[in-house]
């Protein structure tokens, strides 16, 4: 089955231009410039005319909860992956703190399988780290599973790597990728005591999180997982930096030579503590939003190459859920559905340029975990792709708007000026006319290692 996608701005690589993809079954089998020849398509079985849209190689977010199993009233694999596939997100990589916690490869491969019936969008899973369970770790194939996932903080599940000998060991004698979670825990809890003995009550109302969970909770655990992979010559991926004072830890090194990299959230991005008189919970997530300086720092780390990827930390509560305040309402929020349109939104504000967000989205995530075959638009690569289209009077997104399970989003009544309207998943078309297609099943993604 031969097919092309033409008629577009193709975006790929850091160039922009004109193009058309063919796709030979779940390939790529060209990308050229300009328009097709007739001949061209005349060979073309099926021909899709994105009439001047963008044409993206498919997001690949690696850093999702679809809350399977255990927490599958606010989500699953099922309906959190037909919001990626909304989303232009072709491929995911979820974490282990679901319940029981991934942390066994017996509990690892029912993860898959669950995955490889019912995922619209390609995947792969994370196992987790903890203190008792390093022969488990040692038997994983680490080419068919994206990396080791480690709480130096507690977050959603309670799961932590605490003992300073387990964490050695780990990061000592693994080649795959070690992504962590990093906030201390002794620092957070010493903030959360003491806020309480002041105020009163067992709860602390919302705008405490970021003096609960701080910037110094967030350094002082980071510096310390840096100098540790730095002795032991780990590929320790730090995850959601939130603070500016965390950059000094990073360098700008091209991202193919760098073994301690970082990553940036769309929700750090995009709010700071100041959006919560405005949002409340729906912001609320670990490690907390912070100061408008933070994220002044974080979106210039981007554009510097200090941070090196865009994820999500989608992680999907119900409404109800997310009653309380500091420490009673639950952390996190659903992204994975307007990820893509949200940074593309700061690129329209000047933030970024549309080159970049794909080079952050598309291609670093790729590059850092070394995924077989895609993250770029390349002939041999498979056909994931995101058709985006720009709209100049904008569109306002809406809870309405919703695929996730949960039902609501902390954009709510935001205004973007791009739109995916269509995505397509080794091939074959998962998204388009704002439809689903529930008949497409991913892949289980493969890594480099």
Not at 46 to 72: C, N, S, Y
Not at 122 to 132: F, P
Not at 389 to 395: A, D, H, I, S
Request: some cysteine; overall charge negative; hydrophobic content about 40%.
């Amino acid at each position: 089955m031969k097919k092309i996608v033409y008629n577009g701005t193709v975006i790929n690589e850091g160039r922009r231009y004109l193009g058309y993809v063919v796709i030979s079954d779940s390939l790529i089998a060209e990308v050229g410039e300009g328009r097709p020849s007739n001949c061209l398509l005349d060979e073309c079985d099926e021909k899709i005319d994105v009439q001047e849209a963008l044409i993206l190689p498919g997001a690949i977010d690696a850093h999702v909860h679809f809350r399977d199993p255990g927490m599958t009233h606010k989500a699953d694999i099922a309906s959190e992956s037909r919001a990626a596939a909304a989303g232009g997100v072709t491929s995911v990589m979820d974490m282990p703190n679901c319940k029981p916690a991934t942390v066994t490869i017996a509990d690892l491969e029912a993860k898959y399988a669950k995955a490889a019936e019912n995922s619209v969008v390609n995947y792969s899973a994370y196992i987790g780290a903890t203190d008792t369970n390093f022969d488990e770790l040692k038997k994983v194939d680490f080419s068919k599973v994206c990396g080791i996932k480690a709480f130096l903080g507690t977050s959603t599940g309670g799961m932590l790597l605490s003992d300073a000998d387990a964490k050695r060991r780990v990061f000592s004698e693994f080649g795959t990728i070690i992504a962590v979670h990093s906030e201390d825990e002794s620092i957070i809890n010493a903030n959360r005591e003491a806020l309480l003995k002041k105020m009163g009550g067992d709860d602390l109302p919302l705008g405490y999180h970021s003096k609960v969970r701080s910037a110094e909770a967030c350094y002082e655990s980071t510096r310390r997982a840096v100098d540790l992979a730095r002795e032991c010559g780990t590929r320790l991926h730090v995850l959601h930096i939130s603070t500016a004072k965390e950059l000094s830890l990073f360098d700008s090194a091209p991202l193919a030579v760098k073994k301690v990299t970082a990553e940036a959230c769309v929700a750090h991005l995009l709010f700071t503590e100041a959006d919560g008189a405005r949002l409340g919970a729906r912001i609320k997530c670990n490690p907390s939003v912070k100061t408008p300086a933070d994220r002044a720092s974080l979106r210039r780390a981007l554009r510097e190459g200090v941070i090196d990827v865009i994820s999500t930390d989608h992680a999907p509560h119900l409404l109800t859920e997310k009653e309380g305040g500091c420490l009673k309402a639950a952390s996190g929020m659903p992204m994975v559905q307007f990820s893509l349109v949200a940074m593309l939104e700061l690129a329209h504000q000047g933030m970024f340029t549309p080159e970049m967000v794909v080079g952050k989205m598309c291609h670093a995530p790729a590059l850092l975990y070394r995924v077989d075959k895609r993250g770029y638009l390349r002939p041999g690569y498979k056909a994931d792709i995101a058709v985006v289209k720009e709209v100049p009077e904008g569109v306002t997104i809406t809870d309405a708007d919703v695929v996730s399970k949960c039902g609501w989003t902390p954009l709510n009544g935001s205004t973007v000026h791009h739109q995916v309207v269509m995505t397509m998943v080794n091939g074959e078309v998962a998204y388009a006319h704002g439809k689903v297609n529930d008949s497409v099943r991913g892949e289980r993604l493969t890594f480099n290692n």
